[in-house]
T-cell receptor
Framework: DAGVTQSPTHLIKTRGQQVTLRCSPK?????VSWYQQALGQGPQFIFQ???????QRGNFPDRFSGHQFPNYSSELNVNALLLGDSALYLC???????????FGSGTRLTVV | RKEVEQDPGPFNVPEGATVAFNCTYS??????FFWYRQDCRKEPKLLMS???SGNEDGRFTAQLNRASQYISLLIRDSKLSDSATYLCVVNIVGFKTIFGAGTRLFVKA
């Protein structure tokens, strides 16, 4: 039973570029959340998707957008990358809301 | 004020010690609570849920005080393998999940 898979594992981008990160949730999970984790900090909530809709959003600018597909997989898009966007991006899935998450191993994004 | 606050530590304890982590949350609409463990450069992993009645899983005990908006995690008989960052997590009505910044624990031989 595969857990949460994320791709790519590592990525280097230049300021101003756009990036797309991908996530496949754990089998049986229908809810996907995205988090940004800077070094030494806890994960910061970006947004959550359920039934292909964004249900809640954290304090992130509109440069951060996402999508959920009918098979529950999800993408995180970041436009006009800034140096400060360099972080570990974590995808977490769950079966509905209010339950513990299973995290993927993350995508480490470096913006230069 | 942060929505979820934890003592960042680090906590340096010898093997066999008992260590307690505290966490406070500010949003009274918080519904469910968890402790996660995160090893260096790894993803967070669910350690345990936290219930109002308190719950125990082996050497780990979690407590919740809704009136004080306070959560705790107690680790008894610490092992070297317990060294990690412990994250307090709160689910708020409206599908929002907030993580604390984490408390680092180092268990020494």
């Amino acid at each position: 039973d595969a857990g949460v898979t994320q791709s790519p594992t590592h990525l280097i981008k230049t300021r101003g570029q756009q990036v797309t990160l991908r996530c496949s949730p754990k089998s049986g999970h229908d809810t996907v959340s995205w988090y940004q984790q800077a070094l030494g900090q806890g994960p910061q909530f970006i947004f959550q998707y359920y039934e292909e809709e964004e249900r809640q959003r954290g304090n992130f600018p509109d440069r951060f957008s996402g999508h959920q597909f009918p098979n529950y997989s999800s993408e995180l898009n970041v436009n006009a990358l800034l140096l400060g966007d360099s972080a570990l991006y974590l995808c977490a899935s769950s079966e509905g809301q209010g339950r513990g998450y299973t995290f993927g191993s993350g995508t480490r994004l470096t913006v230069v | 004020r942060k929505e979820v606050e934890q003592d960042p530590g680090p906590f340096n304890v010898p093997e066999g010690a008992t260590v307690a982590f505290n966490c406070t949350y500010s949003n009274s609409a918080s519904q469910s609570f968890f402790w996660y463990r995160q090893d260096c450069r790894k993803e967070p992993k669910l350690l345990m849920s936290v219930y109002s009645s308190g719950n125990e899983d082996g050497r780990f005990t979690a407590q919740l005080n809704r009136a004080s908006q306070y959560i705790s995690l107690l680790i008894r008989d610490s092992k070297l393998s317990d060294s990690a960052t412990y994250l307090c997590v709160v689910n708020i009505v409206g599908f929002k999940t907030i993580f604390g910044a984490g408390t680092r624990l180092f268990v020494k031989a």
